[in-house]
């Protein structure tokens, strides 16, 4: 199985850039579909982006499309969530996850086997 640890959460201001890192060990990412979605207090996780096994498609949720973009380098074994143009309401804990039962990404966070434990993304306005 993999394991994932997320990094790079921090605080920026209003229409600043941010990029998210999950680093997996115990598998090759290669293996896997990988998402990411993301928790406000007081709100369910949410799906953010996702991209199929190959690297080759990515999806994105209507409110980042265009903002943000899911990379993976499989050399380091690990996915990106590159944040630009970023709201307040970005402002969450983001998880990333891993999905071997598919090929294609998925926006459904039940489709995910395994999780890291989060990174805090603090957008100030």
């Known amino acids: 199985q993999v394991q994932l640890v997320e990094s790079g959460g921090g605080l920026v201001q209003e229409g600043g850039s941010l990029r998210v890192s999950c680093a997996a060990s115990?598998?090759?990412?290669?293996?896997?579909?990988m998402g990411w979605f993301r928790q406000a207090p007081g709100k369910q996780r949410e799906f953010v982006a996702a991209?199929?096994?190959?690297?080759?498609?990515?999806y994105y949720a209507h409110s980042v499309k265009g903002r943000f973009a899911i990379s993976r380098d499989n050399a380091k074994n690990t996915v990106y969530l590159q944040m630009n143009s970023l709201k307040p309401e970005d402002t969450a804990v983001y998880y990333c996850?891993?999905?071997?039962?598919?090929?294609?990404?998925?926006?459904?966070?039940?489709?995910?086997?395994?999780w890291g434990q989060g990174t805090q993304v603090t957008v100030s306005s």
């Open positions: 996850a891993a999905d071997n039962s598919r090929t294609s990404g998925s926006s459904d966070p039940d489709e995910y086997e395994y």
């Open positions: 115990g598998r090759t990412i290669s293996s896997y579909c």
């Open positions: 991209q199929s096994r190959t690297g080759l498609t990515s």
